[in-house]
């Protein structure tokens, strides 16, 4: 079993930035993880993702102003974003996979507006 507890989401303005940390009850530095997003009325969509060897990928629409990364040592799994927009706005899921299984955070709530 895998707990996983998200921080640091929040109300920012435009073009702020954020820095979410996803941090594990265990070691997952083996696990391809990732983060997650849902906005009101859609579905969960992939944000970005971090292989164990440390290999990156991002949806279209956050490419260049987020960044994925992981600390081994401290458990925790980050998503930095800049240049936020209000279409940016959603709960942040961290998720996990230790095959076979798919573990998920409860979320954090990002606000961007004015």
């Known amino acids: 079993q895998v707990q996983l507890v998200e921080s640091g989401g929040g109300l920012v303005q435009p073009g702020g930035s954020l820095r979410l940390s996803c941090l594990a009850s265990?070691?997952?530095?083996?696990?391809?993880s990732g983060w997650y997003r849902q906005a009101p009325g859609k579905e969960r969509e992939l944000v970005a993702r971090i292989s164990r060897l440390g290999y990156t990928n991002y949806a279209d629409s956050v490419k260049g102003r987020f960044t994925i990364s992981r600390d081994n040592a401290e458990n925790t799994i980050y998503l930095q974003m800049n240049s936020l927009k209000p279409e940016d706005t959603a709960v942040y899921y961290c998720?996990?996979?230790?095959?076979?299984?798919?573990?998920w955070g409860h979320g954090t709530q990002v606000t961007v507006s004015s």
């Open positions: 265990r070691s997952i530095a083996l696990n391809p």
């Open positions: 998720t996990t996979t230790d095959y076979p299984k798919e573990y």
